[in-house]
């Protein structure tokens, strides 16, 4: 899975800003404002990758229980997916 062409990350401080351009405008058209461990996960998706790599790539930067991250990386693929972000 990755993150459709043409969503756009943008770093600025601790947040990651993402804009839809193009195509990808008809399926979002706003700004989401991601702290620094969403923009962690959008940045993980800018290439083909599965929810595990992006667990175990959060496991080595955070310090924090591996079922903690597994369960948040769950929760946000799973939104990215429902609201049609996500390439399968």
Same mark, same amino acid.
């Given at each position: 899975?990755? *993150?459709?062409? +043409?969503? *756009? &990350?943008?770093?600025? +401080? @601790?947040?990651? &800003?993402?804009?839809?351009? /193009?195509?990808? =405008?008809?399926?979002? $058209? +706003? &700004?989401?404002? $991601? $702290?620094?461990?969403? /923009?962690?996960?959008?940045?993980? *998706?800018?290439?083909?990758?599965?929810? =595990?790599?992006?667990? @175990? =790539?959060?496991?080595?930067?955070?310090?924090?229980?591996?079922?903690?991250? =597994?369960?948040?990386?769950?929760?946000?693929?799973?939104? &990215?997916?429902?609201? /049609?972000? *996500? @390439?399968?």
């Amino acid at each position: 899975m990755k *993150l459709k062409e +043409g969503f *756009l &990350l943008h770093r600025a +401080g @601790d947040e990651t &800003l993402v804009v839809a351009n /193009g195509p990808a =405008a008809a399926v979002f $058209n +706003g &700004l989401i404002r $991601n $702290n620094d461990t969403a /923009g962690f996960i959008f940045e993980q *998706l800018q290439r083909p990758t599965t929810e =595990a790599a992006i667990v @175990d =790539a959060m496991v080595r930067r955070y310090d924090a229980p591996r079922q903690r991250i =597994a369960d948040d990386v769950h929760a946000m693929v799973q939104r &990215l997916r429902d609201e /049609g972000f *996500l @390439d399968e």
